[in-house]
């Protein structure tokens, strides 16, 4: 997706005087906290994500996070039935791609049945990688991700666009989901 700004097409915008709110990007960086890596990539965080799933064993658990009711759809979790090799993780993820990385409605969890690995890509434009960093930073550093401090804007705003309505309508629809109401962490 690229740059915009004055526009509500973005998922995450930050405030910027005489301007109003415009299209966040970070600055393609990666910080290591206890356990996990936090990632802040500038752009394509659903490839950075598919690159970061390629690093962990399968099959996965796929875990779409509804932040809001929309439509007929509870605000909740909702946990895909089946899991998803590899290559069915890459094409949900590849049809989705502009949903989930242009609108600010919800979260991604993908995970083995192991407590970790577990990649999460939250509507603030991050990953968070927990596992196995000695795989995860070298595949960092070579898509140009440096150590930093992701900088979250103050003030910030999610957008949640109507042009995708139809969209999660398809992802929603479309598959078995088991369901249950947001966590707290969520």
Known sequence: MEDVAASADFKLG???PGAGMVAHRYANVYHREKGRLVIAPKRDQIGLFLALA???????RFVYVLLGPFGRYAEGRYELSVRLDHESLELLLDQFRLFFQGDARHHVFIGNDSPEPLLFYDQHDLIYAYGPAERYVP??????????VPEMPSPHSHHIRPEFDVVAEE??????????PLLESD
Do not use: A, M, Y
């Open 171 to 180: 992802l929603l629809s479309g598959r078995d989901w088991k369901t249950g």
């Open 139 to 148: 595949l960092l550093e070579s898509q140009g991700l440096t150590p930093g």
């Open 54 to 60: 390629r690093q962990i064993d399968g099959p996965f």
């Open 14 to 16: 930050r405030h910027e």
